[in-house]
């Protein structure tokens, strides 16, 4: 006779032991007491009494005060025959039947069995006929009511009814929020069995997991971390279970971040709406920082300080580098720069005074040490890392995405503010900020080929580019050089006709 195959027998012991859970209704040891609708599980927990479902089968739930439609089928006859005691997620002071919690009046943790310590026939309870307590009276006092004694055998699990699910808290029908923020779509639901959580975006269904700007977590969740305005869409969440399902949608919309650079970044203080810092060098005092700045910001200064004081320690210590503004710090006044001790934010800045007063709202920080100061209120390389930038009060928050679009690309780092208009950085003029600026001109004989650097033109030279340079043409070119050039019609611009033997040569 042959033996079954192995995988039948895993089959047949995988049916078996599903039928066992359905008959018992619970997940261990225990036995039907009423009409497949009530269980005593055997087993232990830790903490309350809620944490102990785990002693019951699917589809099976402790029973608790919510049940007592079913516990009142077991009458006292039933329940004091029982060997060992059950507890029920309720309490039973006072003779009635509700949450058992951890306070004096909603301690005394009721249940079933012979064993449990109080039992008192004709009283008022979660069953008929009498009362038990599986544990009581001042349980609450040691901070351990419904907790699970030594007196307790296990718990009373009830047959729990298949529920539709449902969305509790439905979304708002439209959510904005910032590229730069951190938010979560919640979708908490009811229903037994609990539902699953599906979401989709624009009706397609999102999978990501842990990763991505988009991504579903454990709790389902959906998490967005700094999304992008491609991540605008309608997003849909779905619960369903073997009994139905529920949907809820709403619309978010991903805002471009706003930036108060000219180059539409921002270096720190994105959250802040009013103070960015702008990293970048500038020439002279540092109100000529300003070309960091986006239109209609400046470089802050003491005119700016309700905006200043928003700042807090935690911002500057998570700022790298060091961010001057216009102002100085003297004598716990804020006053404009003048005198060197130009004030500045971020963690490398050269010094910081948290009991000082200045133009923040507390502490005083300056970019410069104090023998440092004859750097006055300029830029010094690898001490300042750019400035901070200061919204113009009544100037409108541009959307940096909503960027006009240029046919020509700006150089030189020009930005486009206007459908196929640049504006320029500081050093730079022209249609796409092509063309360099070098104070006082460079002259009829020169080209401005970078901010203040000129070039001379081929034939000149000296430091204005003035002096002409002397040449002659061999006797073989007998026509004048005008600019250095021999003028040879019959044998070429260049004499390059000449036999070799002949050939012009140029002499500077």
């Known amino acids: 006779m042959t033996s079954p195959p192995q995988y039948l027998i895993l089959v047949l012991c995988a049916v078996v032991g599903r039928t066992h859970l359905q008959e018992t209704g619970c997940s261990g040891n225990g036995k039907i007491i009423k009409e497949n609708q009530l269980s005593t599980c055997k087993g232990s927990w830790s903490g309350h009494i809620s944490n102990s479902s785990h002693l019951c089968a699917p589809g099976w739930g402790v029973c608790s005060h919510k049940e007592q439609h079913l516990?009142?089928?077991?009458?006292?006859?039933?329940?004091?025959?029982?060997?060992?005691?059950?507890?029920?997620?309720?309490?039973?002071?006072?003779?009635?039947?509700?949450?058992?919690?951890?306070?004096m009046d909603t301690d005394d943790l009721a249940g079933i069995g012979k064993d449990c310590p109080h039992r008192n026939v004709g009283q008022t309870s979660c069953i008929r006929g009498?009362?038990?307590?599986?544990?009581?009276?001042?349980?609450?006092?040691?901070?351990?009511?419904?907790?699970q004694t030594s007196d307790i055998t296990g718990v009373v699990c009830c047959k729990v009814k298949g529920q539709k699910p449902q969305i509790l808290v439905r979304p708002r029908e439209k959510l904005v929020?910032?590229?730069?923020?951190?938010?979560?779509?919640?979708?908490q639901s009811s229903g037994f069995p609990p539902p699953t959580i599906h979401w989709y975006r624009n009706g397609r269904q999102i999978t990501a997991t842990g990763k991505g700007r988009v991504s579903i977590i454990s709790t389902g969740d959906l998490l967005f971390t700094l999304p992008k305005k491609s991540d605008t869409g309608l997003y849909s969440c779905e619960v369903v279970n073997e009994h139905g399902m529920d949907m809820a949608s709403t619309k978010v919309v991903i805002k471009g971040?706003?930036?108060?650079?000219?180059?539409?970044?921002?270096?720190?203080f994105a959250d802040h709406k009013d103070v960015h810092?702008?990293?970048g060098k500038w020439e002279g005092h540092v109100k000529k920082g300003r070309s960091l700045c986006q239109r209609g910001w400046r470089v802050c200064s003491p005119r700016d300080q309700a905006s200043l004081r928003y700042i807090s320690w935690i911002d500057i210590f998570d700022l790298q580098g060091c961010y001057a503004y216009n102002a100085e710090n003297t004598r716990g006044k804020c006053k404009r720069c003048t005198n060197g001790k130009m004030a500045g934010v971020g963690r490398q800045c050269d010094r910081m005074r948290h009991s000082k007063s200045s133009c923040l709202a507390s502490g005083r920080m300056d970019v410069f040490k104090s023998k440092d100061n004859r750097n006055g209120c300029s830029y010094k390389e690898g001490v300042t890392t750019g400035v901070l930038c200061c919204r113009k009060k009544g100037h409108k928050l541009v959307d940096n995405q909503k960027t006009a679009v240029c046919a020509a690309k700006c150089e030189n780092g020009g930005t486009c503010i206007k459908p196929n208009v640049c504006e320029c950085p500081l050093g730079y003029k022209g249609a796409t900020c092509h063309i360099a600026i070098c104070e006082g001109?460079?002259?009829?004989?020169?080209?401005c080929v970078k901010p203040g650097r000129c070039k001379c033109k081929k034939g000149y030279v000296g430091k204005k580019c003035r002096k002409k340079v002397k040449h002659e043409c061999l006797r073989y070119c007998m026509k004048s050089c005008p600019s250095g050039n021999c003028t040879c019609p019959k044998y070429g611009k260049s004499c390059e006709k000449v036999l070799w033997t002949h050939r012009n040569r140029l002499k500077s």
């Open 130 to 147: 009498g009362r038990i307590d599986a544990s009581c009276c001042v349980d609450a006092y040691f901070h351990t009511a419904c907790h």
């Open 177 to 187: 929020e910032s590229e730069s923020n951190i938010f979560l779509l919640g979708c």
């Open 71 to 103: 516990l009142s089928l077991i009458h006292w006859k039933q329940a004091t025959t029982i060997r060992g005691c059950y507890a029920i997620n309720a309490a039973q002071d006072g003779g009635k039947c509700r949450e058992c919690r951890d306070t």
């Open 441 to 447: 001109g460079c002259g009829p004989f020169a080209t």
């Open 257 to 268: 971040s706003y930036s108060g650079c000219r180059d539409g970044s921002t270096e720190g």
């Open 277 to 279: 810092a702008c990293k």
